[in-house]
């Protein structure tokens, strides 16, 4: 086994000299990793049961009951989100694979359930074990949280998806599960562990129903695969090409790549890298100017985010057409920038160029744009899936080591 | 009224006399003070107060690391809240009547779940929401309310 790992490392070790000495430049494409670690990346409109995406990048993810070879299903369409942790399936379509996933319990033998917060909107369902495979890699009995859109686990807590705001469909995420895979392994992390008074996250569940919270502890908790990985655990690469037409593309294809600088697809470039170092939250820094007023907010590069999401009230926000709450520039496109400055150790600063367009000039049924812009919240700045046109996104995760690199970390 | 036990003994006393004629505040948001000892106590924080030059700042903060902050005017009225935290705070106690108005605005976001950034404005309430699992941030205020000359800015 090891024999011929080596023998297909020389092999692509001899290949790429080879071309590289012919002068060629694709070296990237032929390579064989000695584990497959490259997963397709496709935007494109959605699933089936929710077409009309836009700027969502999807990946398919193998499953199987912990512990089976047999029972298994490819859940396709799974939206690839760099700003959260963990895998997420929606519960209908999980039932609809066939495989069935055994739940956690607590000491009590009480099951977990989780609420988590997107955004406007909360998942609630319970946790569960699954094998989870993606490319070659693999995590055993990883906790994964499926999304109770039947109603067929204990029902929310009050607190869990007041006002109608639960979002545990295909329609929620216009996806059938969140493959997370940022900065932490963890979804909740050592909050969840400890607290006095247990956060409204992990739950316990009777069997009538009746769900109190309680702390689960790390290995509990609904984790990013990657960090589970027995190698290329310590981040990923995103990789996909810039547009053809910036008014929009049908799809767009490129790579999720396990591992940074762990083999020969995933190497770091010798230079011309920005390296931003993030928080104890998964944040590093974006400052924005307003009106000669410039503001520092904690930041994300996201992809689980369709647009480039601030708030600048000078920009005006599209009142009609298919894009109601995006923005509208008068004088489109408009250009704009901000500053990322990462935190810690890797402390860069990088001035980002972009452009906001009207949204309503946009190529009809299209589902990759690349100058969309939202109105989001003032208190946060979040590079989404625009940014990662035409780039490849390195993240690290927290604590672990890539070269001289230690996450948490995100680089471009 | 639980407002004037000791542990809320940073409150002023105007908030304790606020709360003889406030009758039963349960939330915060366009309510008066005596509401944010009530979201205190439900939240199981302590609650500590700012002066400042055109409102009064009540801030709880949780043991849990939650942190909530709620802003009255002249009149004693709650204008505008804000918090930061590892969860968000319970926001149809601390939105109070003005839940149902930011839900509704909610429902109309083509998919609210994803934008985990998030801005809406409706009947005059404009919420803003942001953050990610471990850190949650957003305010939500009453732009009639607000103290004039107050920028926006100052109550993140």
């Known amino acids: ?412 | 009224m639980t407002i004037c036990k000791a542990k809320y003994a940073l409150l002023l006393a105007a908030v304790c006399m606020s709360a003889l004629w406030s009758g039963s505040a349960r939330a915060a948001l366009g309510s008066d003070a005596a509401s944010v000892s009530v979201d205190g106590a439900s939240m199981h924080g302590d609650v500590q107060s700012e002066i400042r030059e055109r409102y009064q700042v009540l801030k709880i903060s949780t043991a849990a690391g939650i942190s909530v902050r709620e802003y009255l005017n002249k009149d004693g009225i709650v204008f505008a809240v804000s918090w930061n935290g590892p969860v968000p705070p319970d926001l149809q106690r601390l939105l109070g009547e003005h839940f149902t108005t930011y839900a509704a605005a909610l429902a109309a976001v083509d998919h609210p779940g994803v934008r985990r950034s998030l801005r809406v404005e409706s009947s005059g309430l404009i919420l803003e929401l942001g953050g990610h699992l471990r850190a949650y941030a957003g305010r939500a205020y009453l732009a009639a309310l607000i103290p004039g000359g107050i920028p926006a800015a100052e109550f993140l």
């Open chain 1, 1 to 412: 086994m090891r024999v011929t790992q080596i023998l297909v490392l020389l092999a692509t070790t001899l290949l790429s000299a080879c071309i590289g000495g012919s002068g060629t430049t694709a070296a990237t494409n032929n390579t064989v990793p000695a584990t497959p670690n490259s997963l397709t990346v496709s935007v494109d409109s959605g699933p089936a049961a929710a077409t009309g995406a836009i700027n969502h990048a999807y990946v398919t993810v193998k499953i199987c009951t912990a512990g089976s070879k047999t029972q298994c299903a490819s859940i396709d369409h799974v939206l690839l989100d760099t700003g959260s942790w963990g895998l997420r399936l929606v519960g209908s379509v999980l039932a609809a694979s066939g495989v069935a996933l055994s739940g956690e319990t607590d000491a009590q033998g009480l099951a977990i359930e989780e609420c988590v917060t997107f955004g406007g909107g909360q998942t609630w369902g319970p946790v569960a074990f699954a094998d989870v495979s993606l490319a070659g890699e693999s995590a055993a009995k990883l906790p994964v949280q499926i999304m109770d859109d039947a109603g067929t686990s204990a029902p929310p807590p009050a607190a869990c998806g007041a006002g109608g705001t639960l979002i545990n469909g295909v329609s929620g995420f216009d996806a059938n599960g969140v493959l997370g895979v940022g900065v932490f392994a963890q979804d909740c992390g050592a909050a969840c562990v400890n607290a006095a008074a247990p956060l409204p996250i992990y739950y316990g569940c009777t069997a009538a129903g009746v769900c109190t919270a309680e702390n689960a502890a790390l290995s509990a908790q609904v984790t990013n695969p990657v960090a589970m990985f027995a190698a290329d655990n310590n981040g990923i690469i995103v990789s996909l090409p810039n547009l053809v037409n910036a008014n929009g593309d049908a799809s767009v294809q490129g790579e999720l790549i396990f591992g940074i600088a762990t083999q020969v697809d995933n190497a770091l470039p010798a230079t011309g890298l920005t390296v931003l170092g993030a928080n104890a939250s998964g944040d590093f820094t974006a400052t924005y100017t307003i009106n000669g007023v410039a503001t520092a907010l904690p930041a994300l590069i996201d992809s689980g985010i369709d647009s480039y999401a601030f708030n600048d009230p000078t920009i005006a926000v599209c009142a009609t057409g298919a894009f109601i709450g995006y923005y509208c520039p008068v004088a489109a496109p408009q250009a704009a920038f901000a500053v990322n400055s990462g935190v810690g150790v890797n402390n860069a600063t990088n001035t980002v160029d972009f452009a906001i367009a009207d949204p309503n000039t946009f190529v009809a049924n299209a589902a990759a744009f690349i100058d969309l812009a939202g109105g989001g919240g003032s208190t946060t700045f979040t590079w989404g899936m625009p940014f990662f046109y035409g780039r490849k996104i390195y993240i690290g995760i927290d604590q672990r080591v890539a070269a001289t690199y230690t996450g948490p970390y995100y680089a471009y």
